[in-house]
């Protein structure tokens, strides 16, 4: 891949992801950089975070519908990330489905961030949702985007015990913390190369000179 790497991310919200990603390019950790921050939320807090580190900042509106963007907003959306030169999508708490101008333009290269062990709890309010089903464990997944919502070739997963005292809340608070981690991870991965897609499964390729 010649020059930098560039990274475009999708949010909507406060951007603690955001934030795990621009700190994990800062120290090496990703070996890239944030290129462009879009929302589609005027006052994200995430696209303070942005400007704060001189990032490029954009509010994208997403026109009248709900759940995604207004189609020739997403086309806009293709453009603006295709003028920016961006190689990965990495939506980070980006609230909108996202649907085929971008899952075409990007395809294979759009990852997408959840707070549970997918398949389980697609959807939102999810650590709630564990929490009442009774479930002992929930997590997060990164995943690759498709045109199946949540449902994505799996990159990266990490399991979080819930408690009996846990609410929500503090299971949301102790799944973010694995977020911080396993999201700059696989990002990286896809930068050296090393996510081979077979199907529905993700492989980790070693890394060049080892076995
Ligand atoms: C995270 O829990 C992420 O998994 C989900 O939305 C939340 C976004 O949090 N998709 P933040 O905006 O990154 O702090």
Not at 49 to 62: L, M, N, S
Not at 102 to 118: D, Y
Not at 170 to 184: D, F, G, K, M
């Given at each position: 891949m010649g020059g930098e790497?560039?990274?475009g991310v999708l949010v909507s919200g406060r951007g603690s992801n955001l934030q795990s990603i621009i700190d994990a390019c800062a120290d090496g950790r990703v070996a890239g950089r944030v290129a462009v921050v879009v929302s589609d939320v005027e006052d994200a807090y995430a696209l303070e975070?942005?400007?704060?580190?001189?990032?490029?900042?954009?509010?994208?509106?997403?026109?009248?519908?709900?759940?995604?963007?207004?189609?020739?907003?997403e086309e806009a959306l293709v453009a603006l990330l295709k003028g920016r030169r961006?190689?990965?999508?990495?939506?980070?708490?980006?609230?909108?489905i996202i649907h085929e101008p971008?899952?075409?333009?990007?395809?294979?290269?759009?990852?997408?961030?959840?707070?549970?062990?997918?398949p389980a709890f697609s959807g939102l309010d999810v650590q709630r949702a564990a929490i009442?089903?009774?479930a002992k464990f929930s997590g997060c997944t990164v995943h690759f985007a498709t045109a199946d919502?949540?449902?994505?070739?799996?990159?990266?997963?990490?399991?979080?015990?819930?408690?009996?005292?846990?609410?929500p809340e503090?299971?949301?608070?102790?799944?973010?913390?694995?977020?911080?981690?396993?999201?700059?991870e696989a990002i990286q991965l896809f930068i050296e190369g090393?996510?081979?897609v077979d199907g529905r499964r993700v492989l980790t390729l070693a890394k060049q000179g080892e076995p």
């Open positions: 790497f560039r990274i975070r942005a400007r704060k580190h001189g990032i490029e900042a954009i509010y994208h509106a997403p026109g009248r519908l709900k759940t995604r963007l207004e189609p020739e907003r961006v190689d990965l999508v990495c939506m980070a708490g980006f609230m909108r971008l899952l075409t333009a990007f395809e294979g290269r759009i990852m997408n961030i959840h707070p549970s062990l997918l009442d089903y009774g919502f949540d449902a994505g070739p799996i990159i990266r997963q990490v399991v979080v015990p819930i408690e009996d005292d846990d609410t503090t299971l949301a608070a102790s799944i973010l913390q694995q977020e911080h981690r396993i999201y700059p090393r996510l081979k």
